[in-house]
């Protein structure tokens, strides 16, 4: 089992930037894939990027695609989303979560483990 905690979260102003990070302890981190979903009020979770063991590949959704970017450092035990030129609709809480094996799913059911979420919130 791996346990997940997310960090970074924060009030910026359109156009700016942030750095979320998801650290996570328990068993050994690189045999994760790790995702980056969020919910903004009122909406459902959605996928928002993520890499695979080893960094091997990556995947955005399309809104975000320019603009974050996910890594990870197996050596820290930790994954990032750089978001870049933030925008009002950013504004969410970010959740990081975790599964085995090697398929990149967008769907949050095919994530076991999940971090506390961090808020974003981007001001206009």
């Known amino acids: 089992q791996v346990q997940l905690v997310e960090s970074g979260g924060g009030l910026v102003q359109a156009g700016g930037s942030l750095r979320l990070s998801c650290a996570a302890s328990g068993r050994t981190f690189q045999e994760y894939l790790v995702a980056w979903f969020r919910q903004a009020p009122g909406k459902e979770r959605e996928f928002v990027a993520g890499i695979a063991r080893g960094g091997r590949y990556t995947d955005r959704t399309d809104s975000v695609k320019g603009r974050f970017t996910i890594s990870r450092d197996d050596n820290k035990n930790t994954v990032y989303l750089q978001m870049n030129t933030l925008r009002s609709e950013d504004t969410a809480v970010y959740y990081c979560?975790?599964?085995?094996?090697?398929?990149?799913?967008?769907?949050?059911?095919?994530?076991?483990?999940w971090g506390q979420g961090t808020q974003v919130t981007v001001s206009s």
């Open positions: 979560a975790a599964r085995e094996g090697s398929i990149l799913y967008t769907t949050q059911t095919q994530y076991p483990y």
